[in-house]
């Protein structure tokens, strides 16, 4: 017999992390062999110089309060969905 289940992203999100962690590691290590990791480093790094480069003239102490900011925003949303 065959079942078929539609759930959005932010459910089986959710469902992952309720996993214990040998099946997290499972699915990790299974999902390590779709993802190349080379590609993704090498994006990740391309970001960072990108932002880097456009943002060189702007003080660090700036940048830094834009992330405190973006970051207690995001907190925040995050706790409000929870509650």
């Not at 060189?56 to 700036?62: N, Q, T």
């Given at each position: 017999m065959t079942v078929s289940v539609e759930l959005s992203y932010d459910q089986v999100r959710d469902a992952v992390r309720q996993l214990p962690r040998e099946h997290k590691t499972d699915l990790w290590k299974m999902l390590g062999t779709d993802i190349d990791l080379d590609e993704l480093r090498r994006q990740a790094r391309t970001a960072v110089e990108e932002i880097r480069e456009a943002y060189?003239?702007?003080?660090?102490?700036?940048v830094m309060a834009d992330v405190d900011a973006a970051v207690k925003e995001v907190r925040a949303e995050r706790r409000a969905r929870r509650h």
């Open positions: 060189k003239h702007v003080p660090e102490e700036e």
